[in-house]
Structure formats: C-alpha cells, structure tokens
C-alpha cells in the first residue's frame, strides 16, 4: 500500500504517488510547466535583446519546467 502525506492546499489525506489531489484538484506540476514556460519564452524575447540577462532567465524557466516534471507533487 502507498504512503499517505497531507495535500499542501486542502490538508486532506492522500497517496504520494498521486500527481493532482483527488480532492481539491491541487496540481502543482501544471502550476510550475505554466510558469516556467512563460519565464522560459520570456527569455528568449530577452536574450535577442539584453543577451546575458535572457539567457539567465531562460535556464530559470527551464529549472520551473525541470522541477514541474520530475518533482512537484501535491504532498512535498
């Protein structure tokens, strides 16, 4: 049987395997793909334009989307 851990929003009891809170629907994987695309499109607008600057702000939307897909989970 899976271990259960409280949803961060509505505090109800679930599985840690789950991706999105039966409850509530609390998904923080779609949250941070969201996110971390726009910051990631946002930096390559930027980095034609302030080189440096976009690029740093390209690699941070590519660390949302990165932990969007590997990590986020409603109960860490």
Known sequence: MADREECR???AEISTELRECP???YNPRRTLLL???AVFLLGLVLSGVVGTF???IVIIGALF???GLFYAKPTR
């Open 23 to 25: 409850e509530c629907g």
């Open 9 to 11: 929003l509505c505090r």
């Open 65 to 67: 989307v990165g932990s």
């Open 54 to 56: 976009g690029v740093a």
């Open 35 to 37: 996110v971390g695309g």
